[in-house]
Structure formats: structure tokens, C-alpha cells
């Protein structure tokens, strides 16, 4: 096996079997040196977390909770503010405040924040969020239509 890995080896092997053309390792290898991509067991350990934000500025949000404790006529009450971050500009938007982020509230808040043509996250193509249970899958759903992919973020990044 060469230092391309498997990948590129298979990939001069399915050209020679289904289109009929004879593909050395050494040719595949040339062309991924050409395009700036790395040797498979280099590709696979190289990308961080951290590689990954800073690559997806500009096409990446965050989004999260922080709670603010008031007082009403019923005593202390929890609300709960839902921001939204852009990681390029570090520009916030609050898009709501509740005092229970059920799944009605979130299916709410999700088109207001992502309206193609003036919504918050307009340009953007992933929104980062941790793995609390209020980002329901129909929360997620409604961004993903709009073409925004909802990401989990690891459980190590977390604080």
C-alpha cells in the first residue's frame, strides 16, 4: 500500500475496472499532490475542531440559551433568551425570549431567525449548537429546509 492509503489505491483499481483505463498509484498520488490534497493517513488526523471552525467562518453560526431570572407579579420567574451568534463578524441577534423553550416556541423562533432573504442567518450553511434537548428535531428541520445544517458540537468542546 502506498503512503496515499487505500482510498487512492481502490480509486486507480475502479478507474481500470469500470471505465477501462490503466491508472497508476503513482498517477492518483500525483494528481491528489496537485489539488493540495494530503495523503490519506494525513487527511484523516489533520482536521480539528478548531481547523474546521476557522475553514466554515464565514458560512458558520452559533446558537444557545442563557437564562435571565425576574421578577414578576408570581415571584422570581426563569426566562429563557435564545441567541444566535455569527462566527465571522461575532454579530448577535436575540431571537426570543420565553419562559418554556418547548418544541411550539423553538418551530416559532426558527423561521424568523432564517428567512432567505433578510433573516439572521442569511449565508449561512451550518449553525453550531450543544446537545441540549430544546433544539428539537423540528427546530433543526426548519433550518436544514432552508439549506442551514444544524451541528451538534462534540461532547469535549462543550464547557
Not at 482536521?47 to 458560512?59: C, D, G, K, P, Y
Not at 452559533?62 to 415571584?75: C, K, R, S
Amino acid at each position: 500500500m502506498s503512503i496515499w492509503g487505500p482510498r487512492t489505491e481502490s480509486c486507480g483499481i475502479r478507474l481500470r475496472a469500470e471505465f477501462g483505463y490503466e491508472v497508476s498509484h503513482q498517477t492518483v498520488a500525483n494528481i491528489l499532490k496537485r489539488h493540495d490534497i494530503a495523503p490519506a493517513p494525513e487527511r484523516g488526523r489533520t482536521t480539528s475542531w478548531r481547523e474546521f471552525i476557522r475553514s466554515h467562518t464565514a458560512v458558520l453560526a452559533a446558537v444557545d440559551f442563557f437564562t435571565a431570572e425576574l421578577w414578576a407579579e408570581g415571584g422570581l420567574m426563569t426566562h429563557y433568551v435564545l441567541t444566535f451568534m455569527r462566527m465571522a463578524t461575532r454579530e448577535v441577534c436575540i431571537a426570543g425570549i420565553t419562559t418554556s423553550p418547548v418544541k411550539g416556541a423553538m418551530e416559532q423562533m426558527a423561521p424568523n431567525i432564517s428567512v432567505a432573504e433578510v433573516g439572521f442567518l442569511k449565508g449561512c450553511r451550518y449553525l453550531l449548537h450543544d446537545r441540549d434537548a430544546k433544539f428539537c428535531t423540528a427546530f433543526t428541520g426548519i433550518l436544514e429546509a432552508v439549506g442551514i445544517k444544524a451541528v451538534k458540537l462534540p461532547l469535549e468542546v462543550q464547557t
